[in-house]
């Protein structure tokens, strides 16, 4: 579905024989996580103490839930804990139960998200989860499915951290030749985003005007624009554009590339064991 400057991509998910419900599918998102009112509706059991979690302009606190049976489009999932939050809605018309994160996505190897058919696809068969701490900088010589491998615009290293479940996919991104920056590929944003000390630091031209999103966690937050100036990914030319800049408090990171630049390219291809991502002809 369109949101805003970008698009996103709805999986439907079964809970327990129930549903189908709205999950998002957020790479940026490094754990799944499961709306308070729905985990509540199906007394999910709590498997660890409360946590505060971070997200654009606030935080909040989450619960560890386990899940024992759920499926996404009729595909079983391995039982795991999510973390309940309170979720926003999309927009006016479109709840959100949860959201599919790369901790998840991880475990099929790669992904393919088609912003044009509204469609994802996996690259294998799903594995056990990751227990350990691990930094994978690609590309690796772990094949990406071939076919994965078509029509094929931009190929660029991935950084995949891996820490105690969580894992967190990070492109670089450099702006006007200067060094790389790791910022989170984030298909679940509707725009992408730069921290303030970077904008700053690279003298980013601001666009005097601003934009708003309903965040993670349910809290709307104001964002000023600035301009790109001229940005690659990898060894691939971004188009100048408007991208927003992080409040000062909230999410720490360089930045976020968003479904804006991911959306417009066609179809993106995360390929977490490889460490690499590839982006389709718009």
Not at 276 to 281: C, D, N, Q, T
Request: proline content about 7%.
């Amino acid at each position: 579905m369109r949101l805003g400057k970008g698009a996103v991509v709805l999986a439907s998910v079964c809970i327990e024989g129930a549903g189908p419900f709205p999950f998002l599918v957020d790479s940026g998102s490094a754990r799944s996580v499961i709306d308070t009112q729905l985990s509540q509706r199906f007394h999910l059991r709590r498997v660890g103490a409360p946590e505060q979690a971070g997200g654009i302009g606030c935080s909040a606190t989450v619960v560890p839930r386990h899940v024992s049976s759920w499926a996404v489009d009729g595909l079983i999932l391995k039982p795991q804990a999510l973390v309940s939050a309170s979720l926003p809605e999309l927009d006016a018309s479109q709840p959100l139960a949860g959201v599919i994160g790369s901790d998840v996505l991880s475990r099929f190897g790669s992904v393919r998200i088609d912003y044009r058919t509204q469609t994802m696809s996996l690259g294998g068969p799903e594995q056990a989860s990751p227990t350990g701490s691990d930094v994978l900088e690609g590309p690796t010589s772990a094949p990406t499915p071939a076919q994965f491998l078509k029509g094929v615009r931009v190929d660029a290293a991935l950084t995949v951290v891996t820490q105690k479940g969580a894992v967190g996919v990070y492109a670089p991104i450099r702006f006007d030749g200067s060094g790389a920056r790791l910022f989170i590929v984030d298909t679940g944003a509707e725009i992408s985003m730069v921290s303030p000390l970077l904008a700053r630091s690279l003298h980013l031209v601001p666009a005097h005007r601003s934009v708003t999103l309903s965040a993670a966690f349910g809290c709307p937050v104001s964002l000023v624009e600035v301009q790109s100036g001229r940005w690659a990914l990898g060894p691939a030319s971004l188009g100048p554009q408007l991208i927003a800049r992080l409040p000062a408090f909230g999410l720490q990171t360089d930045g976020l590339l968003g479904s804006d630049v991911l959306s417009r390219e066609g179809a993106v291809v995360i390929d977490y064991r490889s460490a690499r991502i590839l982006l389709e002809s718009g």
